[in-house]
Nanobody, 127 residues
């Protein structure tokens, strides 16, 4: 499988930007599917975005147009560029990976499909 290490979280003002990183222990071009999830206190974990090996992407409606998921295969790193941040974006953010083929774009990512998870990084947006 693959180990993932997340970083880049912090506190930011509403309307600000933040970029999260997730470094993988193997080449990201060998990983079929990578995703970002988030979980706010008292809320269910939800899918934010995911990306496949062909760089196809899928976003939750709540972040569409504000967040961009990408990866740099030369650095084995997944990114989540977040702009126009809102207080409701406050959550613990987790990256996840699935090596085996299956990364549909007709729906949001499903937690159970991802065997590998990062440790989480906190994003706090204050107004």
């Amino acid at each position: 499988q693959v180990q993932l290490v997340s970083s880049g979280g912090g506190s930011v003002q509403s309307g600000g930007s933040l970029k999260l990183s997730c470094e993988a222990s193997r080449s990201t071009d060998t990983i079929h599917c990578m995703a970002w999830f988030r979980q706010a206190p008292g809320e269910e974990r939800e899918a934010v975005a995911h990306i496949d090996s062909n760089n196809r992407t899928k976003y939750a409606d709540s972040v569409q147009g504000r967040f961009t998921i990408s990866k740099d295969n030369t650095k084995n790193t997944l990114y989540l560029q977040m702009t126009s941040l809102k207080p409701e974006d406050t959550a613990e953010y987790y990256c996840a990976a699935r090596i085996a083929a299956l990364c549909p774009m007709y729906s949001l990512a499903i937690e159970a499909r991802f065997p590998n998870w990062g440790q989480g990084t906190q994003v706090t947006v204050v107004s």
